[in-house]
């Protein structure tokens, strides 16, 4: 039987290059992964997705799919993948992350979260055993550890009684996996979470503990919530050196394309973010050259290609000029382009990072590349 | 040289199927002419319109075009073929619609109009010349003449000013456009409108003032807009009859796909609305089997695919669950796809229309199909 994980270059340092496989295909990693919300990575279509942006994996929210459509719809779909006609990898989150960010309302304890819908103010409650059902229901082939994510910045006590709760939880999710198994046939791989604030030693404890859990690959929550960047790198870098070193590492929630570079150098395979969607609806665009604001009047008359880097075929069909006035004119076919644009250039960056992890200069590139990312153009 | 429009098959009434040729490409009529208002047609990709709904030609506002993204740019750019990377080809209304229905105030006069922008109140005025000077700058295949289009219901005697300010403002846009030639080095073929209301003596002199001005096309304004359908059946079928038979005949604004097949039927060969895209947006679909509201929670769990009937890969791609969901999330896809739907839906009309001419069954089958259409799923 294939493995989960097979590592095929490591790099001298922490970066590697590897392959997940699942049921529904292979992803080379390392990886991002464009966030599908409520079963649509917004403004693009699945097509353009497998096509045009060379997506591997896709990731859905079990907070927002559990509202809408809802699992009843779900199940009879017969899982997201069909439901949203996406036949590549899936990865869902436990919706943790967003009771505690989106939520109107909630009311924690050691069984659960009793919360208020951001839509519709109607009463919720979900827990560790309910995060798996629903995460069995949407069928996803990575699914996520149901945790508690701790703001930025968070008291060192609450950060402590947080994380071991997170741990005593995730005892509840496998317990809940173990006899509750998948129910489409394919394959689903569970990954725990490590948490613990910006705190070495809790950091410490929470990925031994989570590595002993012994599941097929691990996760980093809590980062990307609104620390300095190095701390964000320093944690990262000290959990790494515990995770095992045989499975895939996730970095939940990251970030920039510097972020993302900058954290495979410590040992990252996976990784996700809104951002190249969100900003790219706020006309901002990433490229090998840097950032460019599209509203921006300098574009007005630049009737060069949107891209000249750019791998998919917005970047070529489209000028600069052009977007500009689309997004001057609000018009839908701006969000469209620039997200297309964005999630194609992430999912070049990590191709590229790939290439450079196996040909051995990762770091050297890496460190002369991010300079570029992060100019203003 | 090949003729502008040629009939290749006319019905034993009015319906014919003919070619126009422009510099741009041929068109196939009677034919559909999605509505690209400032250089996008809503939520579509250029290469959407022509691989999958297979749009032939599309429509530009000149009232949009020249608020944003002005003229200057337009010219830089080389007209709006390239600004909007479009190569088949493009017709330009005047404006006169617009000014009229959207500025926020505006005061006519035997020269022009003064209004003001609907985007940032700004003071403008346009002219028949200006109107055409604009025109020449966006390089359209056809435009139009600079009209005064009058709202429903209108006086008789208004009507009938108005329309006689019509003509005089069309002598001054066929003198402009004799001394101010193409400026990017294609053809630009120029319509003239008759107006004159749902007054049949008015439309009578003003068809025949139009036909009078012997241009290669001619169009029909001032319907479609708010007066009962069997009016603009009446007042189409009584222009038609003086419209010169050998000049292709463009209806203005039409409509819901039953309009389309009626008007067609009354000899008509080009049309355009922005019904099947704003409609769209609002989650109503067009069916060859009806009218659908993907709002509805009958299609809640109803996963057969979008339209089993329709041409567009978003038809077989996604099911009519996906998209009510879509929907009911207030997902951009969701408009997306209903375009993408409803303009492959309106081309497919009309080709199928095109070929029950050329067999020489166009009336029979639309009087079945009609019905059809108008249902509500």
Known sequence: MQKFFEIEKSSERKARAGI???DHGKIETPIFMPVGTVASVKTVHQRELKD???????????YHLNLRPKMEIMQKAGGLHKFMNWDLPILTDSGGYQVFSLSKSRKLNEEGVKFKSHIDGSTHFISPEIS??????????????FDECTPYPCDYNLA?????????WLKRCIDFNETNKEIYGHKQHFFPIVQGSTYSDL?????????????????????????PEEEMYRITDEVTDILPIEKPRYLMGVGTPWNILESIGLGIDMMDCVMPTRNARNAMLFTWNGVMNMKNKKWESDFS?????????????????YVRHLFVAKEYLSKQIASIHNLAFYLDLVKVAREHIIKGDFYEWKDAIIPNLKNRL
């Open 203 to 227: 950091r410490k404890i929470s990925a031994e503990k989570i590595s002993e859990s012994d599941q097929v690959g691990n996760a980093i929550g809590g980062l990307s919530v609104g620390e």
């Open 305 to 321: 290609p949107l891209d000249e880097f750019g791998t998919s075929y917005v970047d070529r069909d489209y000028s600069k000029a």
């Open 20 to 22: 997940i496989t699942t």
């Open 132 to 145: 798996m059902k629903i995460q069995r229901e949407i069928g996803a082939d990575i699914f996520m550890a």
């Open 160 to 168: 402590k009684k947080s994380m071991e709760m997170t741990h005593r």
């Open 52 to 62: 045009d942006i060379k997506a591997q994996i896709i990731l859905g929210n079990t």
